[in-house]
């Protein structure tokens, strides 16, 4: 097993589609790998997959171990891509040490981890009992992770492999709540006079909810709401909107088509052109690419929200909390409460809904930030639902497998890895309470723009993630 194995096989994962909620070809594809090489494998009625590979001969009193990764991707592209996620495969290049997929997301969360797990099954490495354990829809709300049924692995200690930062092994993770808003409205007919255009947000960088949320980026869809609400006081009308996607991404666009006199348009514009290089100003040191403006709308419609829903959406979009809440008081750096404006959504005739989630590795603060959201909302008179709330994980203060973790980057590596928790949800802490007494860490190499179009594997960390994980799986006793 070496890291040119596990390469190999995430090239081949990259072939096979595997979007949330649709793993099927996903799934048929491990247990294939499994029947060919004659390795025990069970699937339960939430599609995840265990594969398990018997101890090694002199192995046999090692205590086994489970790897564990989850099998679906986030399938976000850039706008303009022709890019069809349910049959095509990943469009990747191997550039300056890394490897990247630069208009769709990558899948390498987590399917480096799932490689490396099938790298494993495949080797001959000398070791105990192996149980590599595949979940499903980790990304749209931990939904593999909450139907496992006690006894479906039998190990006690666990190396969950969804981490992406090599050198840090982290011990424990915030837990996480959605919110969604949903505005009912009527229409009302555009005025003969009234001309469209669109007003768009478009090539922010976006990133993972919960590991960027930090780090000072722009919101499409909180841009879009900042604007809509400068232009208030005119008289103007909203077509559609539409931005962001998953809730787990910083959303990177958000578009709205508006009508208006043309003479109206004009100042919407200016206002437009002043905002932009306000937002310019105030992003410029980190969002290389933002682009705000305006274009000639080329479709038809012949009627727009009703003016009232217009308004109090527009209200919402701007007050709503989007972003870091509150640090930690207790871990230096470290994010404790967030909340992400993820999308906003024209789903059916008549529904405009908003998706938000919530973080936090204290429960109290994660679901008072997700009454904060609702509160925001219902003042504007959305329905707010709150639902998929998953639990944190504690670090423990006793952990053999994590010492045992330090001791083999500090023996391979000869410095010392960082041992901290991650703002970003972990299935580990649903594992806590389904399997009480579970040793767990998590690791993994390094990976950047998770969950965005350029996502990429840095090849370097690569090689000591794999180094890592052998020198661990061997050792362990």
């Given amino acids: ?93 191997i550039q300056d040490g890394w490897m ?57 200690v666990l190396l969950n492999l969804d981490s992406e930062d090599e050198g840090e092994i982290f011990v424990g993770c915030a837990g996480g709540l959605d919110t969604t808003a949903v505005f009912h409205h009527g229409y009302d007919p555009i005025c003969e006079d009234f001309e469209m255009q669109e007003i768009f947000v478009k090539d922010a960088l976006g990133g993972h909810s919960g590991d960027d949320i930090n780090k000072g980026r722009a919101n499409a869809v909180q841009l879009l709401g900042r604007f809509l609400y400068r232009i208030i006081d005119l008289d103007w009308q909203l ?48 969002e290389k690419k933002l682009n705000l403006g305006y274009a000639e709308f080329a479709g038809d419609a012949a009627d727009a929200v009703d003016e009232m829903t217009a308004w109090n959406l527009v209200t919402a979009l701007c007050a709503s909390p989007h972003g870091v809440l509150a640090m930690s008081q207790e871990i230096e750096n470290f994010v404790e409460t967030s909340t992400n404006l993820a999308s906003v959504k024209m789903v059916e005739r008549g529904v405009i809904r908003i ?6 590795c204290v429960t109290a603060a994660r679901r008072a930030a997700a ?52 703002h970003a949800g972990l299935e580990c802490g649903l594992f806590t309470e389904k399997f009480p007494g579970l040793d767990m860490v998590s690791f993994g190499p390094t990976l950047r723009g998770v969950h965005a179009p350029g996502e990429r594997l840095d090849l370097a960390s690569l090689d000591k993630f794999v180094a890592l994980l052998k020198d661990v799986i061997v050792n362990f006793k």
């Fill in 1 to 93: 097993m070496d890291s040119e194995k596990v390469l190999s096989f995430f090239k081949e994962i990259t072939k096979v589609p595997r979007e949330s909620g649709h793993e099927e070809q996903i799934i048929a594809y491990l247990q294939d790998f499994a029947a060919s090489r004659s390795l025990e494998c069970r699937t339960d009625n939430a599609g995840n997959v265990l594969i398990v590979k018997e101890a090694s001969a002199g192995y046999e009193d090692v205590p086994a171990i489970v790897l564990q990764s989850h099998s679906d991707m986030v399938c976000e592209k850039n706008e303009g891509v022709e890019h069809d996620f349910a049959k095509d495969p990943i469009r990747y290049v």
């Fill in 100 to 156: 990247i997929a630069p208009d769709t997301t990558l899948g390498a969360d987590c399917g480096i981890g799932m490689a490396a797990q099938l790298a494993l099954l495949d080797s001959d490495l000398p070791c105990g009992k192996i149980e590599c354990l595949f979940t499903t829809s980790e990304e749209t709300g931990l939904d593999g992770a909450m139907a496992l049924e006690p006894g479906f692995f039998s190990g006690k």
């Fill in 239 to 286: 077509v559609s909107i539409d931005g962001g996607n998953k809730r787990n991404a910083i959303a990177r666009e958000a578009k709205a088509v508006i009508a208006a006199e043309p003479d109206t348009l004009d100042i919407i514009n200016e206002r437009l052109e002043a905002y932009a290089s306000e937002v310019a100003e105030e992003y410029g040191a980190i």
């Fill in 355 to 360: 998706g938000s989630s919530q973080r936090s």
């Fill in 371 to 422: 009454a904060k959201m609702e509160a925001c909302f219902v003042l504007a008179g959305a329905v707010v639902t709150h639902e998929s709330e998953y639990p944190g994980w504690a670090p423990a203060q006793i952990s053999p497998i994590r010492d045992a973790c330090v001791e083999s980057y500090r023996k391979l590596f000869r410095v010392e890895p960082k041992v901290k928790a991650i």
